[in-house]
């Protein structure tokens, strides 16, 4: 999915709209959610884009640093100005949006963005493989 397509879809505010507009062609495969940047650093995938709470500079340097191509604010937060800055120097771009990280990710999802593993139904920690099946 192209970058552009996301922020439509998704109802997304461009918070650095040069970066927004640059990259509005980049497709978008891979997506990750958390607000523990050390998770973000060690597993979010090249290229891909961030779901966070976080607002703060650091999440500008571990996305860089991780080279994600965009981050998605949720849940109604906003950066501070300093931070849309950095970000627009490193040329990150940044989204707001209404909606909830649980809601952005399963839509994300359906539009057919997957994880850093592309897959579930992987052996989980109970040591079984795939979702169980419920009911009968």
């Given at each position: 999915?192209?970058?552009?397509?996301?922020?439509?879809?998704?109802e997304?505010?461009?918070?650095?709209?040069?970066?927004?507009?640059s990259?509005?062609?980049?497709?978008?495969?891979?997506?990750?959610?958390?607000?523990?940047?050390?998770?973000v650093?060690?597993?979010?995938?090249?290229?891909?884009?961030?779901?966070?709470?976080?607002?703060?500079?650091?999440?500008?340097?571990?996305?860089?640093?991780?080279?994600?191509?965009?981050?998605?604010?949720?849940?109604?937060?906003?950066p501070?100005?300093?931070?849309?800055e950095?970000?627009?120097?490193?040329?990150?771009?940044?989204?707001?949006?209404?909606?909830?990280t649980?809601?952005?990710?399963?839509?994300?999802?359906?539009?057919?963005?997957?994880?850093?593993?592309?897959?579930?139904g992987?052996?989980g920690?109970c040591?079984?493989?795939?979702?169980?099946k419920?009911?009968?």
């Amino acid at each position: 999915m192209r970058l552009d397509e996301m922020a439509k879809l998704l109802e997304l505010e461009a918070l650095t709209p040069t970066c927004a507009e640059s990259l509005a062609s980049e497709d978008i495969t891979q997506g990750y959610a958390s607000d523990l940047l050390s998770d973000v650093l060690a597993h979010a995938p090249a290229g891909g884009v961030l779901v966070t709470l976080q607002v703060h500079l650091n999440v500008i340097a571990v996305a860089s640093h991780a080279g994600l191509r965009a981050v998605i604010f949720s849940s109604g937060r906003t950066p501070e100005p300093d931070v849309v800055e950095r970000a627009a120097e490193e040329g990150l771009a940044l989204f707001g949006a209404r909606a909830d990280t649980f809601e952005i990710v399963g839509r994300l999802y359906q539009f057919g963005l997957r994880g850093s593993t592309g897959t579930l139904g992987s052996t989980g920690a109970c040591g079984h493989d795939g979702p169980e099946k419920l009911g009968p």
